[in-house]
């Protein structure tokens, strides 16, 4: 089954202690991307891939990492977590050129 | 600055009844719009999409019309159902270019 898996779904942390959510896909897709969904604004980006080696910031990239070392993974890493990062992240993939994205199910991540 | 506005955050509507989300841009560079659907707890989910060259495109009980002039696009769902109940977001892009601009969502809620 064509998909984009994110783990963890749920994370409770404390601030400051680093953090990885994991981002892979089975669809051979080039464009990877990181989203955040919050009340009232909707889903922005934070990052995004067009390949591997190849990232770029969004529009909201403060306190966040990428890396894509292999074509399916696209890890979030949060080097100092803060409670302003709390919030619904959606990693996302598509094919070059193609718009239409396929999402994952979303980590909730709550930074205390 | 905020390019794919969706005003009226919420709709409630009677089963059976016409359902109609609104969404406007600014960028006169997009040229390709899509619909994406969220249920609680899971990732966005591709709905309808149309491009600049048309002006409608239909999808069952999806309908969505493009007014390239007034920079405004709608999605028509027709009849409503309780399954349509869900966070709908506009997006649009540039073909070619991966990144989506999103709006902040509407929430739509179906009366049975």
């Known amino acids: 089954e064509a998909q984009v898996t994110q783990n963890p779904r749920y994370l409770i942390t404390v601030t400051g202690k680093k953090l990885t959510v994991t981002c892979s896909q089975n669809m051979n897709h080039e464009y990877m991307s990181w989203y955040r969904q919050d009340p009232g604004l909707g889903l922005r980006q934070i990052y995004y891939s067009m390949n591997v080696e190849v990232t770029d910031k969004g529009d909201v990239p403060e306190g966040y990492k990428v890396s894509r070392k292999e074509k399916r993974n696209f890890p979030l890493i949060l080097e100092s977590p803060s409670p302003n990062q709390t919030s619904l992240y959606f990693c996302?993939?598509?094919?070059?050129?193609?718009?239409?994205?396929?999402f994952g199910s979303g980590t909730r991540l709550t930074v205390v | 600055d905020q390019q794919v506005k969706q005003n009226s955050p919420s709709l409630s509507v009677q089963e059976g009844r016409i359902s109609i989300l609104n969404c406007d841009y600014t960028?006169?560079?997009?040229?390709?719009f899509l619909w994406y659907k969220k249920y609680p707890a899971e990732g966005p989910t591709f709905l309808i999409s149309?491009?600049?060259?048309?002006d409608k495109n239909e999808d069952g009980r999806f309908t969505v019309f493009l007014n390239k002039s007034a920079k405004h696009l709608s999605l028509h769902i027709v009849p409503s159902q309780p399954g349509d109940s869900a966070v709908y977001f506009c997006?649009?892009?540039?073909?070619?270019?991966?990144?989506?601009?999103f709006g902040k969502g509407n929430q739509v809620v179906v009366i049975p």
């Open positions: 149309i491009s600049s060259i048309k």
């Open positions: 960028n006169s560079m997009f040229d390709y």
């Open positions: 996302a993939s598509s094919s070059t050129g193609m718009p239409g994205y396929t």
């Open positions: 997006a649009a892009s540039v073909w070619g270019n991966n990144r989506l601009a």
